[in-house]
């Protein structure tokens, strides 16, 4: 019976050694620095579309190396809020940029810090003139939308960025109307 409770003891000893490295290792832990953005600079114009981009910084703060499987974006601007425009929005990766708007899996070690670029195209929908219609634009919140794998189970986590009225105006070299 003494040989039991030896091999008991021995498993006990074993799982809390086991369970102390995997806690002392530590787990990644993703950051997007939001307040940090650049502004929205101008892509390109046309007469019924404008194109804008900024860069977003995500760091891993964690521990261990994690890795970003899905990156996307989703703006809100419902058409009672403003109908004026319709709205493409994406990221992509700074030194990975894509045409075909795929976010490839991306492993970041700990302690380091990559760039996204956050692209919005805006296209006037009731006219073709951008201008005009940018006179009345509203504030646009964009979430950068993110699933994560580390040494925890997968999950998703959003951040928010917010694209003024007043940041696209100035960019467009256009008045607001009051």
Known sequence: MGILYGLIGLVI??????????????????????????????VEIQEDSITLNCQVAMVNKGEQLGTIMDCYTRHLLPYEQFDGVQVFSKVELETARREDDYFEALIIERNRRVNLVVTVKLTARKNSDIKSTLAQMVDMPIDIVYQQVTRADWHIEKARIEMKASEVASVANVTLAD
């Open 13 to 42: 000893l074993i799982i809390i050694v086991c369970w102390a490295y995997i806690v002392n290792k530590g787990n990644a832990h993703f950051e997007l620095k939001v307040a940090e953005r650049t502004p929205f600079e101008l």
